[in-house]
Structures are given as structure tokens and as C-alpha cells.
């Protein structure tokens, strides 16, 4: 049974960092293109970051580049992303998804949830003073 768990959400100050975790069993992480997704209250979900199966081709929201960092551990099945100078904005649900190199091979990766078939439950970040 393919899983991802996150991990690493909490409260944090502006201009704070966090590191984000999601530890995935059941399938092998190098085969599959990940990402990062956030939700915030009453707002769609959008993605974060990315990391294409096929190429490594990394990609960012335009509100997170050069903040937040996206990278993969494929020994330890985990993904991460790493989060500095955050700002309130950032406040949200984060989640872990991946998908197949079979049901997405595409040299860039989507910052759409659309193709992503396998989340995580969330992990909350709240940035507050």
C-alpha cells in the first residue's frame, strides 16, 4: 500500500524557517515525480514545488523561489522541503504527493495537483508573530 506521512509543520515567526518531511513507503521514490502542495482556508490547492522523475527538473511557485527549497533522499524514501524567511502568506496545509514515471513521464514536472494520484494528510504551518 503506497503511503506518504508528513512531517515538520508548526508554528513559526516571520522570517523563520522550517523543514518539511514526507516519509513514503510502499512504492520506491526514484520512480515517481513529487511535489509539494499547500492549501490555505477557503483557497485552492497549489503547488509549492516540484521535482520531475525523468529529468530531476526542479520547479517553484513564483511566491517561493529562492525561499524554499525542494530535494529528495531516495535511500531514505523521503522528500523535503525546506523553507526560510517565511512570510505570513506562507500559512497553510502542506502536502507531500507523487506520481508514476508510467502516468507521468514528462521531462518538467506539473505544478498542478491534477496529475498527482498519491497524497499525504497535511501537515499544518502556521506563520504568525
Known amino acids: 500500500q503506497l503511503q506518504l506521512v508528513e512531517s515538520g509543520g508548526g508554528l513559526v515567526q516571520p522570517g523563520g524557517s522550517l523543514r518539511l518531511s514526507c516519509a513514503v513507503s510502499g512504492f520506491t521514490l526514484d520512480d515517481y515525480t513529487v511535489g509539494w502542495f499547500r492549501q490555505a482556508p477557503g483557497r485552492e490547492r497549489t503547488g509549492v514545488a516540484c521535482?520531475?522523475?525523468?529529468?530531476?527538473?526542479?520547479n517553484y511557485a513564483d511566491a517561493v523561489q529562492g525561499r524554499f527549497t525542494i530535494s529528495k533522499d531516495n535511500a531514505r524514501s523521503t522528500m523535503y522541503l525546506q523553507m526560510n524567511s517565511l512570510k505570513l502568506e506562507d500559512t497553510a496545509v502542506y502536502y507531500c504527493?507523487?506520481?508514476?514515471?508510467?502516468?507521468?513521464?514528462?521531462?518538467?514536472?506539473?505544478?498542478?495537483?491534477?496529475?498527482?494520484?498519491?497524497w499525504g494528510q497535511g501537515t499544518q504551518v502556521t506563520v504568525s508573530s
Open positions: 521535482i520531475s522523475q525523468s529529468s530531476g527538473y526542479t
Open positions: 504527493a507523487a506520481v508514476s514515471r508510467e502516468q507521468w513521464d514528462n521531462y518538467f514536472c506539473s505544478g498542478s495537483p491534477t496529475p498527482y494520484n498519491h
